[in-house]
């Protein structure tokens, strides 16, 4: 069965440092989102992309974040400059409807 | 923006008991999903359920859409359903996913 993954599964990394979180969603599908949640709190959209170009983003979005989808595969979520509260996990989805796929996350420390 | 809350926050069963999850939205909804969050923090995809009733083995849920709510029955609890339960929604044009808070479920064997 397809799935969406994830790498890398686990994130270290200093305060200031840029970060990029690499997911390969669905082959056939078209939209793609990121979420996030910091630790033991619900899970919060960021961001969703469909044709080329970001469709939505929460007020979270802000000029720090961005979203590339460089190739036919990869989709990717660029921190520019990490914080500390930065710190959570991050999850990539997928779909071509409604029903959303989402991969097993990346965990990201900043330290 | 459409509003979820899930009830009850914490739920701690004894091996074998039934439970029924709930989950309240404020808007109409064109998608409803259950997740189980494992102990390493995946999401598990449990059930997609705008409406209706649907069962995969242990676990059924049940979508009201007209009332605005949705069910997770699970029968025969094991340690291993041990997790947060969420409950997450889009509504209107939107396709991003909003999500409860959860339900933490604790199986003691």
């Known amino acids: 069965e397809p799935e969406v993954t994830q790498t890398p599964s686990h994130q270290v990394t200093q305060m200031g440092q840029e970060v990029i979180l690499r997911c390969v969603p669905i082959s056939n599908h078209l939209y793609f989102y990121w979420y996030r949640q910091i630790l033991g709190q619900k899970v919060e959209f960021l961001v969703s992309?469909?044709?080329?170009?970001?469709?939505?983003k929460s007020e979270i979005f802000d000029d720090q974040f961005s979203v590339e989808r460089p190739d036919g595969s990869n989709f990717t979520l660029k921190i520019r400059s990490t914080k500390l509260e930065d710190s959570a996990m991050y999850f990539c989805?997928?779909?071509?409807?409604?029903?959303?796929?989402f991969g097993p996350g990346t965990r990201l420390t900043v330290t | 923006g459409i509003q979820v809350e899930q009830s009850p926050p914490d739920l701690i069963l004894q091996e074998g008991a039934n439970s029924t999850l709930r989950c309240n939205f404020s808007?109409?909804?064109?998608?409803l999903q259950w997740f189980h969050q494992n102990p390493w923090g995946q999401l598990i995809n449990l059930f997609y359920i705008p409406s209706g009733t649907k069962q995969n083995g242990r676990l059924s849920a049940t979508t009201v859409a007209t009332e605005r709510y949705s069910l997770l029955y699970i029968s025969s609890s094991q340690t291993t359903d041990s997790g947060v339960y969420f409950c997450a929604v889009s509504g209107g044009s939107n396709y991003k996913l909003t999500f409860g808070k959860g339900t933490l479920l604790t199986v003691n064997p």
């Open positions: 992309f469909y044709n080329n170009e970001i469709s939505e």
């Open positions: 808007d109409s909804v064109n998608n």
């Open positions: 989805a997928s779909s071509d409807s409604y029903e959303q796929y």
